[in-house]
């Protein structure tokens, strides 16, 4: 029951910014396939954004040109980066990485951490 620790959500307006960032409590490397994932109330989590230890990204459609994904693997840090905000961005994220593309997701989910987009 390992769990990463997401931080930085936060009430914003639309079009504002926010950069989320998930620590892990141990090394990152043998995780092929880190990312970030989020659930709307009523709705499925989904995927946000990927990052492969080679830096290939996936990103959802929703966000293609707006949200940045990163990876640290020396500091076991992934972060997210979200520009120009919408009401449909409102959700909880979280974070979670895979050995390999598609497979299993490794870690517990976590908290997450909310990010409110609102007016």
């Known amino acids: 029951q390992v769990h990463l620790v997401e931080s930085g959500g936060d009430l914003v307006q639309p079009g504002g910014s926010l950069r989320l960032s998930c620590a892990a409590p141990?090394?990152?490397?043998?995780?092929?396939?880190m990312g970030w994932y989020r659930q709307a109330p009523g709705k499925q989590r989904e995927l946000v954004a990927e990052?492969?230890?080679?830096?290939?990204?996936n990103y959802a459609d929703s966000v293609k040109g707006r949200f940045t994904i990163s990876r640290d693997n020396a500091e076991s840090m992934i972060y997210l980066q979200l520009n120009s905000l919408e009401f449909e961005d409102t959700a909880v994220y979280y974070c979670?990485?895979?050995?390999?593309?598609?497979?299993?997701?490794?870690?517990?989910w976590g908290q997450g951490t909310q990010v409110t987009v609102s007016s």
């Open positions: 141990g090394r990152i490397t043998n995780m092929y396939v």
């Open positions: 979670n990485g895979r050995v390999v593309t598609g497979g299993p997701f490794f870690y517990s």
């Open positions: 990052i492969t230890n080679d830096g290939s990204t």
